[in-house]
């Protein structure tokens, strides 16, 4: 680009110069006004350009950022990491890594003497924010890419209940943004040019500072220009208002209306429109259902679940419904299917249930499922042998077997008193003397062994 206005300019100061005679300064002015012509429309080209070059690289490191928090959280952190130390740079301890979000101190005037340099905005409950500096040594990342076009740190505003796996949650994101107005119908008298809140929350909030670096850091953790006055800088003054405001300011301003894409609030021009901030907003985690598990280093088939605690299968609603009443029951279930469920491996499980206890919830009747497979001494119906060939195992309850007198005493198949025995399907049969019922087969034969 400077090579065409040195071309441009050496190629108009030719037109009025002539070798044997100096310039007169007639033909001087006309030069410079030649000159001048030509080449303030490649100055405002060039201009375009590097302001187009500085969005686009900006925004790039801004998805990159945003995709390694992204892989932060499913990489078995079951959550966003938080953020790092403003003011740090290379060499430092800690430098890049993330920082104890706990521990964070109010956002104020005095926040940096905290030594943590993150803060946090909103108070220490569900609605608190902590603002830092993208952690990219956690993240195993080079900080060039958590830099924007101008070398300076991107800033990574996140909500602190989804740094912690135990409050982290798809829906509990706090960062409320604002959103200009549509510029059209600003200018018809439609709207009021004021900006409005967005109605989603975000989950975190990354932006560069702009050419002005308004509230940012440089590369090695050194304050840029101050923020400045809100009724000067006007959108300017809200991403970097958070350090003087106080901490109950948890409010950011994004360069553009996520539902009018023309509604876009970027403008280097100085005065109460002045916005070069550049931005991303995450409402909620980018949900890929699986990824591969960080310790299988091989890149095999083993692969987990993310972001889930109940899965569906068949129901949108994970949960057990009572027959007897049908109300759903919010129960720690991983996985529900409406319907059948075929396998052909193994079923491995340490407990095995048929229902809930109509009259009590939160009472499952299960068992052992060694009782079946196991050679327990609760499988015999006596435990000193005293009724053999007298009883056998009619049926599992209540994690124990009920027995019931199987035979008369010539052999012959009786129905039971504590309960009633179709034999046309079931035909007991006691254990030979010294052995023990190992398994009940499919059609009600009884397997025994030696104890």
């Known amino acids: 680009m400077f090579k065409e206005i040195l071309s441009v300019a050496k190629t108009s100061i030719n037109l009025v110069v002539r070798r044997d005679e100096g310039l007169s300064l007639i033909e001087m002015a006309i030069g410079l006004i030649v000159l001048g012509l030509l080449v303030t429309p490649l100055i405002r080209t060039f201009k375009t350009d590097i302001i187009s070059r500085s969005v686009g690289e900006t925004k790039s490191a801004l998805a990159v950022s945003s995709a390694a928090i992204n892989q932060f959280l499913v990489s078995g952190n079951g959550s966003y990491p938080c953020p790092a130390n403003l003011l740090l740079k290379d060499g430092d301890d800690g430098f890049g890594e993330s920082v104890d979000c706990s521990a964070a101190a109010a956002c104020s005037g005095t926040w940096v003497a905290s ?22 040594a956690s993240m195993k990342m080079q900080q060039e890419k958590t830099l924007d076009f101008w070398g300076n740190k991107i800033m990574y505003a996140v909500t602190l209940y989804q740094t912690n796996n135990a409050t982290f949650a798809d829906d509990d994101g706090e960062i409320t943004v604002l959103v200009v107005d549509h510029p059209k119908e600003v200018y018809e008298g439609t709207a ?18 702009g050419s002005n670096g308004r509230g940012g850091y440089t590369k090695d953790g050194v304050a840029l220009a101050a923020c400045g006055d809100a009724a000067v800088d006007g959108y300017e003054n809200e991403n970097c208002n958070w350090i003087d405001t106080g901490p109950g300011d948890v409010t950011f301003f994004i360069d553009r209306n996520p539902d009018l894409k023309d509604a876009n609030a970027f403008s280097t021009n100085e005065g109460v ?8 907003l995450q409402v909620a985690p980018d949900k890929a259902l699986w990824f591969q598990h960080p310790e299988n280093t091989t890149y095999s088939d083993d692969y987990v679940i993310t972001f889930s605690n109940k899965v569906g299968v068949g129901t949108s609603t994970p949960s057990i419904a009572i027959l007897d009443t049908g109300l759903p029951i919010e129960l720690d279930i991983a996985v529900d299917v409406v319907g059948n469920v075929r396998t052909e491996g193994r079923i491995i499980s340490d407990s095995i249930c048929d229902s809930l206890d109509p009259n009590d919830f939160s009472t499952q009747k299960c068992f052992d499922p060694e009782l079946i497979t196991g050679t327990k001494s609760e499988m015999r119906c006596d435990a000193d042998d005293s009724m053999y060939g007298k009883q056998g195992v009619m049926k599992l309850s209540d994690s124990q077997v009920v027995c019931n007198s199987a035979t008369n005493n010539v052999g012959t198949v009786i129905e039971g008193v504590a309960m009633r025995v179709d034999t046309t399907v079931i035909n007991v049969k006691p254990c030979e003397a010294g052995r023990i019922v190992k398994r009940i087969l499919l059609g009600g034969e009884v397997q025994c062994e030696i104890p």
């Open 115 to 136: 030594g943590l340099g993150i803060c946090k905005k909103g108070g220490d409950g569900p609605n608190a924010i902590v603002i830092g500096a993208v952690p990219f």
């Open 192 to 209: 009021d040019g004021v900006p409005e809140e967005y109605t989603d929350v975000g989950d975190f909030f990354l932006y560069s500072t």
């Open 273 to 280: 429109t002045m916005f070069d901030d550049i931005t991303l």
